[in-house]
């Protein structure tokens, strides 16, 4: 079985950068120095070349046994 967020998740680039990738943390609370979790991290097919306003949408799915 699996399961997809309903809704993608937007980030807004403020900048030129390259992206390669993506990690999914659990942080209790924004700004925290407690430890963190990391769930889960994704290698892009192909590098992303994002300039100042683009938008990268993310949808994520996770399956279970």
Do not use: E
Request: aromatic letters at 8%; glycine letters at 6%.
């Amino acid at each position: 079985q699996s399961m997809t967020n309903a809704a993608t998740v937007d980030f807004t680039i403020n900048a030129t950068i390259v992206l390669k990738g993506i990690f999914l943390a659990k942080l209790n609370t924004k700004g925290s120095t407690a430890s963190s979790i990391l769930w889960s991290t994704g290698a892009f097919g192909a590098t992303i070349n994002a300039v100042n306003l683009d938008v990268l949408s993310i949808t994520y799915t996770t399956s279970v046994a």
